[in-house]
DNA sequence: CTATCTCCCTGGCGGC
DNA sequence: TGCCGCCAGGGAGATA
């Protein structure tokens, strides 16, 4: 379950390419969230990887071509997304491909860009147009480790909301890149609990989420880009960051702050886990 | 405008 | 051992 600093992690782990030329792509399976393109392939064929960037959850990788004297020339952008269960690897030579290993990108040097997604639940699409007036980047909120998402900011954005916090700091229209894990972290760690009505948060309860959110996801990115060799491991498997959370999915096991049973609840449909001691419904 | 529900998909697990 | 049913979850899209 890709979050958001899985995919920056990933993208850093691609970084190696910028500048290598596609020579082929194969398409095994071409039914993710949306249709892959079927003319992706002659797109990509001959083009050189530009850069690398990420927004939200997803990976953007500018294709195109490069001047003698350096100058690039955007063609179009590669968006990549990893739905639930989707991982890049980079290979340092072909590799047999295995079970829903859907698209190579092989390069004139002999690496390969190999994407694997068992749900299927990912993205491959071919951006001719600006990528932030496509429809899936043009109304997204702002990143969570920008100085743009702060305090003032999410209260202003929860004043009119009634809905739960947890399920709102998950909505990619108030802020991006908070996944199911995460926002029961950010929640536990701030001491709110996740069934507060939105419009309940006081200013410092926002500045304190926020603050929160941000140094969950940074110690995310620390522990991923140290083990940023295992996650690309030479056999083409990157493994999941070895992590351990406060609550998420410790149902029964004791806090590690104060000992009280984690609890689950469903909210927006969504497993979401708390210690009813440390989060403390607020009095209305 | 906000809120809520459904759907896409397969691997893994519990129950029988 | 095998089969069935359920669940996990990002996020678009439909609906209220």
């Known amino acids: 379950m890709p ?6 992690v990933t993208r850093l782990g691609l970084l ?3 500048g290598a030329r596609i020579r082929e792509v194969t398409i095994r399976h071409h039914g993710l969230r949306w249709p892959i393109p079927a003319d992706l392939p002659q797109h990509l064929q001959g083009q050189r990887v530009l850069q690398l960037t990420r927004r939200a959850k997803y990976i953007l990788i500018d294709i195109g071509e490069m001047s003698d004297t350096g100058v690039p020339t955007r063609k179009g952008v590669l968006l990549l997304h990893l739905g639930m269960s989707g991982r890049l690897c980079l290979l340092e030579r072909y590799f047999p491909h295995e079970k829903h290993d859907h698209v190579d990108i092989a390069f004139e040097d002999g690496r390969v860009i190999r994407l694997r997604d068992p749900r299927r639940f990912g993205a491959v699409l071919w951006l001719e147009q600006e990528p932030s007036q496509h429809p899936l980047l043009n109304s997204l909120g702002p990143e969570p480790l920008d100085d743009a998402f702060d305090g003032n900011y999410l209260h202003q954005q929860l004043k009119s909301r009634n809905a739960a916090i947890k399920p709102t700091i998950m909505d990619a229209h108030i802020v991006v890149g908070v996944g199911n894990i995460y926002a029961s972290e950010s929640l536990f760690r701030a001491r709110i609990h996740p069934e507060t009505p939105s419009r309940q948060l006081t200013l ?3 500045q304190l989420l926020v603050a929160e959110i941000k140094a969950t996801l940074h110690a ?4 991923g880009g140290s083990s940023l060799r295992d996650f690309f491991g030479a056999d083409g498997n990157p493994g999941y960051f070895q992590q351990t959370y406060y ?6 096991l004791p806090c590690l702050v104060c000992g ?7 909210l927006g449909q969504r497993s979401t886990f708390y210690c009813a001691t440390c989060q403390p419904r607020a009095f209305v």
């Open 220 to 223: 995310a990115l620390a522990a």
């Open 3 to 8: 979050e958001l600093p899985e995919v920056e």
């Open 247 to 252: 609550v998420y999915g410790r149902t029964g």
């Open 204 to 206: 410092p309860q926002c």
């Open 260 to 266: 009280q049973l984690i609890n689950t609840i469903r």
């Open 16 to 18: 190696p390419v910028q």
